[in-house]
């Protein structure tokens, strides 16, 4: 093949890869329960997964009521413009936790860098409190997730189908 031709061939296959949908590797029927001083959602939904983003939908009367999705270094909702983890933690949970918090949640993975993390045979729990900051409950048991944080009102609740 000439190169007059396999330079536009190889820009339009770039083109349309680069800004198709993401592939994702696990997709997960969930009930969600997103509850922080700021947003209240419950409902069924989905939680997609691949090596670099964490996508998660609520849907009510089959529309999408509240999609997250958390890739790089920010976290894009529908009802605000992305922006990055920092500034979402700011606006959303509260500034004192780390960045990876909200990935970790939705992924199952331990928080705070598995600061007082116990292994069961189903999964792990984390109590992680920090005076006048934050006192949380983590678990991830089964397929059920739950990040409730009494301090900041904070609950996440991810129960996969």
């Known amino acids: 093949m000439s190169r007059k031709i396999l330079l536009p061939m190889l820009f339009v296959y770039t083109l349309f890869t680069a800004c198709g949908t993401p ?10 329960v997103f509850k922080t001083p700021t947003f209240k959602y419950a409902d069924m939904g989905f939680v997609y997964e691949n090596s ?16 997250l999705s958390i890739s790089g270094n920010s976290v894009c ?17 509260t500034e ?26 189903n999964g792990f729990t984390q109590n992680i409190v920090k005076e006048n900051k934050y006192n949380i409950h983590y678990s991830v048991l ?6 409730r944080d009494t301090i900041n009102h904070i609950l996440i ?3 996969k189908q």
């Open 52 to 67: 670099t983003e964490v996508k998660a939908e609520i849907y009510g009367s089959g529309q999408a009521v509240m999609s």
């Open 77 to 93: 909702m529908n009802l605000f413009s992305c922006m990055s983890r920092k500034k979402f933690n700011q606006q959303v949970l």
């Open 157 to 159: 609740k991810v129960k």
């Open 96 to 121: 004192v936790y780390p960045d990876t918090v909200l990935e970790h949640i939705f992924r199952g993975k331990p928080v705070f860098s598995s600061q007082n993390l116990k292994k069961t045979r």
């Open 23 to 32: 592939q994702y590797l696990k997709e997960n029927a969930a009930y969600i």
């Open 142 to 147: 089964n397929n059920e997730i739950i990040f």
